[in-house]
Protein backbone atom coordinates (compact mmCIF):
# COMPACT_ATOMS: atom_id res chain seq x y z
CA UNK A 1 0.00 0.00 0.00
CA UNK A 2 3.20 2.27 0.84
CA UNK A 3 4.48 1.16 -2.50
CA UNK A 4 8.19 1.02 -3.21
CA UNK A 5 10.52 3.57 -5.06
CA UNK A 6 10.77 2.86 -8.45
CA UNK A 7 13.68 5.05 -9.40
CA UNK A 8 15.21 8.80 -9.51
CA UNK A 9 14.77 12.05 -10.90
CA UNK A 10 16.58 15.36 -10.33
CA UNK A 11 15.45 18.25 -10.25
CA UNK A 12 17.87 21.74 -9.86
CA UNK A 13 20.24 19.33 -8.29
CA UNK A 14 17.97 17.61 -6.40
CA UNK A 15 17.04 14.13 -6.39
CA UNK A 16 13.63 13.07 -5.98
CA UNK A 17 12.17 9.97 -5.65
CA UNK A 18 9.57 8.01 -7.69
CA UNK A 19 7.36 5.91 -5.55
CA UNK A 20 5.48 3.39 -6.96
CA UNK A 21 1.94 2.50 -5.17
CA UNK A 22 -1.80 1.25 -5.29
CA UNK A 23 -4.37 3.95 -6.78
CA UNK A 24 -6.31 5.68 -3.60
CA UNK A 25 -9.15 4.39 -5.57
CA UNK A 26 -8.91 1.11 -5.70
CA UNK A 27 -8.38 0.95 -1.68
CA UNK A 28 -11.49 3.30 -0.59
CA UNK A 29 -13.23 0.45 0.73
CA UNK A 30 -13.23 -2.71 3.23
CA UNK A 31 -14.05 -4.50 0.59
CA UNK A 32 -11.30 -3.26 -1.84
CA UNK A 33 -8.36 -4.30 0.66
CA UNK A 34 -10.04 -7.92 0.95
CA UNK A 35 -9.49 -8.04 -3.07
CA UNK A 36 -6.09 -7.13 -3.39
CA UNK A 37 -4.00 -9.66 -4.41
CA UNK A 38 -0.75 -10.96 -2.93
CA UNK A 39 1.67 -13.26 -4.90
CA UNK A 40 2.61 -16.67 -2.97
CA UNK A 41 6.10 -18.12 -3.11
CA UNK A 42 4.37 -20.86 -6.30
CA UNK A 43 4.03 -17.75 -8.32
CA UNK A 44 0.01 -17.54 -7.89
CA UNK A 45 -2.15 -14.40 -6.94
CA UNK A 46 -4.36 -14.83 -3.81
CA UNK A 47 -6.63 -12.20 -2.75
CA UNK A 48 -5.76 -11.10 0.71
CA UNK A 49 -9.10 -11.97 2.07
CA UNK A 50 -7.85 -15.66 1.96
CA UNK A 51 -4.92 -15.15 3.96
CA UNK A 52 -6.19 -12.48 7.05
CA UNK A 53 -9.49 -12.12 8.76
CA UNK A 54 -10.94 -8.47 8.58
CA UNK A 55 -12.74 -6.20 11.31
CA UNK A 56 -12.55 -2.69 11.82
CA UNK A 57 -11.31 -1.76 15.34
CA UNK A 58 -9.49 1.27 17.41
CA UNK A 59 -5.34 0.60 17.65
CA UNK A 60 -2.09 2.41 17.09
CA UNK A 61 -0.97 4.00 14.25
CA UNK A 62 2.69 3.20 14.79
CA UNK A 63 3.73 0.61 17.15
CA UNK A 64 7.25 1.13 18.98
CA UNK A 65 9.54 -1.31 20.80
CA UNK A 66 12.71 -0.69 22.95
CA UNK A 67 14.78 -4.23 23.37
CA UNK A 68 12.52 -6.01 21.95
CA UNK A 69 9.57 -4.72 24.13
CA UNK A 70 6.52 -2.69 23.38
CA UNK A 71 6.43 0.80 24.66
CA UNK A 72 3.67 3.53 24.76
CA UNK A 73 5.04 7.43 25.24
CA UNK A 74 2.56 9.93 26.78
CA UNK A 75 4.43 13.35 26.87
CA UNK A 76 2.98 16.84 27.67
CA UNK A 77 4.58 20.37 28.21
CA UNK A 78 5.10 21.80 31.57
CA UNK A 79 3.79 25.61 32.26
CA UNK A 80 4.16 27.51 34.70
CA UNK A 81 5.67 25.15 36.72
CA UNK A 82 8.69 23.38 37.11
CA UNK A 83 9.70 19.75 36.29
CA UNK A 84 9.84 18.09 40.01
CA UNK A 85 6.72 19.43 40.77
CA UNK A 86 4.80 18.18 37.95
CA UNK A 87 6.77 14.76 38.17
CA UNK A 88 5.87 14.48 41.92
CA UNK A 89 1.83 14.61 41.58
CA UNK A 90 2.25 12.44 38.20
CA UNK A 91 3.95 9.81 41.20
CA UNK A 92 1.43 10.85 43.58
CA UNK A 93 -1.18 9.59 41.12
CA UNK A 94 -0.09 6.61 39.79
CA UNK A 95 1.50 5.65 43.40
CA UNK A 96 -2.15 3.29 43.90
CA UNK A 97 -2.31 2.38 40.19
CA UNK A 98 -2.69 -1.45 39.90
CA UNK A 99 -0.60 -2.60 36.61
CA UNK A 100 -1.32 -5.64 34.86
CA UNK A 101 1.54 -8.34 34.79
CA UNK A 102 3.60 -7.28 32.66
CA UNK A 103 2.89 -3.81 32.44
CA UNK A 104 5.44 -1.35 34.29
CA UNK A 105 6.07 2.68 34.09
CA UNK A 106 8.83 4.73 33.73
CA UNK A 107 9.85 8.42 33.59
CA UNK A 108 11.82 9.22 30.42
CA UNK A 109 12.93 12.27 28.34
CA UNK A 110 13.35 15.36 30.25
CA UNK A 111 13.18 13.59 33.92
CA UNK A 112 15.72 11.20 32.84
CA UNK A 113 17.92 13.68 31.72
CA UNK A 114 17.69 15.47 35.04
CA UNK A 115 18.02 12.58 37.46
CA UNK A 116 20.74 11.51 35.71
CA UNK A 117 22.23 15.19 35.42
CA UNK A 118 21.92 15.16 39.31
CA UNK A 119 23.85 11.83 40.13
CA UNK A 120 26.77 13.66 38.51
CA UNK A 121 26.53 17.20 40.13
CA UNK A 122 26.42 15.04 43.10
CA UNK A 123 29.32 13.21 42.47
CA UNK A 124 30.74 16.97 41.87
CA UNK A 125 30.01 18.37 44.83
CA UNK A 126 31.32 15.72 46.55
CA UNK A 127 34.97 16.40 45.23
CA UNK A 128 34.78 20.01 45.53
CA UNK A 129 34.44 19.69 48.78
CA UNK A 130 36.97 16.72 49.49
CA UNK A 131 39.31 19.04 47.08
CA UNK A 132 38.71 22.55 49.05
CA UNK A 133 39.34 20.97 52.37
CA UNK A 134 42.81 19.43 50.92
CA UNK A 135 43.52 22.68 49.94
CA UNK A 136 42.79 24.47 53.54
CA UNK A 137 44.84 21.38 54.91
CA UNK A 138 48.26 21.71 53.32
CA UNK A 139 48.17 25.89 53.65
CA UNK A 140 47.21 25.28 57.55
CA UNK A 141 49.41 22.38 58.15
CA UNK A 142 46.68 21.23 60.08
CA UNK A 143 43.46 18.63 59.97
CA UNK A 144 41.36 20.55 62.47
CA UNK A 145 41.36 23.81 61.20
CA UNK A 146 39.94 23.48 58.30
CA UNK A 147 37.31 20.97 59.74
CA UNK A 148 36.27 23.79 61.53
CA UNK A 149 35.76 26.11 58.52
CA UNK A 150 33.66 23.35 56.69
CA UNK A 151 31.23 24.42 58.85
CA UNK A 152 30.14 27.25 57.04
CA UNK A 153 29.03 25.05 53.94
CA UNK A 154 26.35 23.74 56.23
CA UNK A 155 25.23 27.37 57.40
CA UNK A 156 24.67 28.24 53.26
CA UNK A 157 22.87 25.64 52.70
CA UNK A 158 20.06 27.59 54.51
CA UNK A 159 20.76 30.74 52.70
CA UNK A 160 20.24 28.54 49.75
CA UNK A 161 16.98 27.49 50.52
CA UNK A 162 15.52 30.40 51.61
CA UNK A 163 16.33 31.91 48.43
CA UNK A 164 15.22 29.67 46.20
CA UNK A 165 11.96 29.76 48.20
CA UNK A 166 11.87 33.57 48.30
CA UNK A 167 12.57 34.36 44.55
CA UNK A 168 10.29 31.11 43.34
CA UNK A 169 12.84 29.57 41.78
CA UNK A 170 12.67 25.66 41.21
CA UNK A 171 15.74 23.66 42.38
CA UNK A 172 17.26 22.53 38.77
CA UNK A 173 20.71 21.54 37.41
CA UNK A 174 21.96 25.39 37.24
CA UNK A 175 20.56 25.67 41.35
CA UNK A 176 22.79 22.52 41.58
CA UNK A 177 25.84 23.91 40.25
CA UNK A 178 25.29 26.77 42.32
CA UNK A 179 26.07 25.00 45.04
CA UNK A 180 29.14 23.25 43.68
CA UNK A 181 30.11 26.89 42.99
CA UNK A 182 29.22 28.03 46.86
CA UNK A 183 31.43 25.19 48.31
CA UNK A 184 34.27 26.95 47.38
CA UNK A 185 33.33 30.61 47.67
CA UNK A 186 31.74 30.25 51.19
CA UNK A 187 34.69 29.16 52.98
CA UNK A 188 36.53 32.19 52.21
CA UNK A 189 34.84 34.30 54.55
CA UNK A 190 36.10 31.40 57.18
CA UNK A 191 39.31 31.27 56.19
CA UNK A 192 39.97 35.20 56.83
CA UNK A 193 38.83 34.89 59.96
CA UNK A 194 40.88 31.64 61.21
CA UNK A 195 43.63 32.40 59.79
CA UNK A 196 43.91 35.51 61.61
CA UNK A 197 43.06 33.88 64.94
CA UNK A 198 45.68 32.01 64.04
CA UNK A 199 47.98 34.62 63.91
CA UNK A 200 46.51 36.69 67.17
CA UNK A 201 47.83 33.25 69.37
CA UNK A 202 50.95 33.10 67.90
CA UNK A 203 51.27 36.49 69.44
CA UNK A 204 50.50 35.02 72.80
CA UNK A 205 47.11 36.04 73.23
CA UNK A 206 44.71 33.24 74.41
CA UNK A 207 41.95 31.57 72.26
CA UNK A 208 39.04 33.86 73.67
CA UNK A 209 40.93 36.82 73.69
CA UNK A 210 41.87 36.42 69.44
CA UNK A 211 38.50 35.38 68.57
CA UNK A 212 37.04 38.55 70.30
CA UNK A 213 39.49 40.50 68.31
CA UNK A 214 39.60 39.01 65.37
CA UNK A 215 35.78 39.20 64.77
CA UNK A 216 35.73 42.86 64.09
CA UNK A 217 38.82 43.41 62.65
CA UNK A 218 38.15 41.36 59.92
CA UNK A 219 34.46 42.02 59.31
CA UNK A 220 35.32 44.53 57.11
CA UNK A 221 37.41 42.51 54.56
CA UNK A 222 34.77 39.63 54.85
CA UNK A 223 32.03 42.20 54.09
CA UNK A 224 33.82 43.55 51.27
CA UNK A 225 34.54 40.04 49.49
CA UNK A 226 30.93 39.50 50.58
CA UNK A 227 29.20 42.52 48.16
CA UNK A 228 31.57 42.29 45.46
CA UNK A 229 30.08 38.89 44.72
CA UNK A 230 26.71 39.48 45.08
CA UNK A 231 26.84 42.78 43.25
CA UNK A 232 28.81 40.96 40.26
CA UNK A 233 26.00 38.04 40.16
CA UNK A 234 23.01 40.42 41.16
CA UNK A 235 21.96 41.43 37.56
CA UNK A 236 22.06 37.24 36.58
CA UNK A 237 19.72 36.42 39.24
CA UNK A 238 16.79 38.64 38.14
CA UNK A 239 16.98 37.08 34.78
CA UNK A 240 18.33 39.37 32.55
CA UNK A 241 19.26 38.73 29.00
CA UNK A 242 19.06 35.49 26.53
CA UNK A 243 18.51 32.18 29.19
CA UNK A 244 18.63 34.65 31.78
CA UNK A 245 15.82 32.66 33.40
CA UNK A 246 17.42 29.39 33.21
CA UNK A 247 20.75 30.70 34.54
CA UNK A 248 19.35 32.92 37.48
CA UNK A 249 19.00 30.22 39.95
CA UNK A 250 22.37 29.71 39.72
CA UNK A 251 23.31 33.12 41.04
CA UNK A 252 20.16 33.10 43.75
CA UNK A 253 22.12 29.79 45.38
CA UNK A 254 24.86 31.66 45.18
CA UNK A 255 24.11 35.28 46.22
CA UNK A 256 21.85 34.03 49.38
CA UNK A 257 24.10 31.20 50.45
CA UNK A 258 26.73 33.62 50.97
CA UNK A 259 25.02 35.93 52.66
CA UNK A 260 23.50 34.00 55.59
CA UNK A 261 26.93 32.57 55.90
CA UNK A 262 28.38 35.53 55.64
CA UNK A 263 26.41 36.86 59.07
CA UNK A 264 26.33 33.16 60.54
CA UNK A 265 30.03 32.41 59.94
CA UNK A 266 31.12 34.97 62.34
CA UNK A 267 28.94 33.46 64.86
CA UNK A 268 29.48 29.58 64.29
CA UNK A 269 32.97 29.40 62.98
CA UNK A 270 34.40 31.16 66.22
CA UNK A 271 32.39 28.82 68.05
CA UNK A 272 33.46 25.70 66.61
CA UNK A 273 36.88 26.94 66.63
CA UNK A 274 36.61 27.30 70.39
CA UNK A 275 35.32 24.21 71.10
CA UNK A 276 37.47 22.00 68.72
CA UNK A 277 40.53 23.95 70.48
CA UNK A 278 39.29 23.00 74.09
CA UNK A 279 39.25 19.64 72.97
CA UNK A 280 42.12 19.33 71.19
CA UNK A 281 43.64 20.87 74.57
CA UNK A 282 41.97 18.39 76.50
CA UNK A 283 43.36 15.75 74.68
CA UNK A 284 46.93 17.03 74.68
CA UNK A 285 46.83 17.01 78.60
CA UNK A 286 45.30 13.55 78.66
CA UNK A 287 48.46 12.08 76.03
CA UNK A 288 50.99 14.42 78.41
CA UNK A 289 49.81 13.26 81.34
CA UNK A 290 49.87 9.27 80.24
CA UNK A 291 53.24 9.80 78.86
CA UNK A 292 54.27 11.00 81.76
CA UNK A 293 52.89 8.42 83.97
CA UNK A 294 54.27 5.94 81.25
CA UNK A 295 58.08 7.37 82.02
CA UNK A 296 58.16 7.08 85.72
CA UNK A 297 57.34 3.79 85.35
Not at 222 to 239: A, D, K
Not at 258 to 268: C, K
Not at 277 to 291: C, I, L, N, Q, V
Request: glycine share 6%; net charge negative; charged share 20%.
Amino acid sequence: INGAVATQYKVAGSEVDVNVQLADTARETLEDLKAMTIMSPEGINVPLSYMADFNITEGPNIIKREDQERMVFVSADIYRRSLGEVIRDIEFQIKDMQMPEGYSISFEGQNKEMVEAFEELKLAMILAVILVYAVMSSQFESLLHPFTIMFSLPVASFGVVFGLLLNRRSFNVPAYMGIIMLAGIAVNNAIVLVDYINQLKDRGKSTREAIIEAGPTRLRAISMTTLTTVLGLLPLSLGFGEAGEIQAPLAVCVIYGLLVSTVLTLIVVPIMYSIFDDMHGWFGRKTSAEKSINSRR
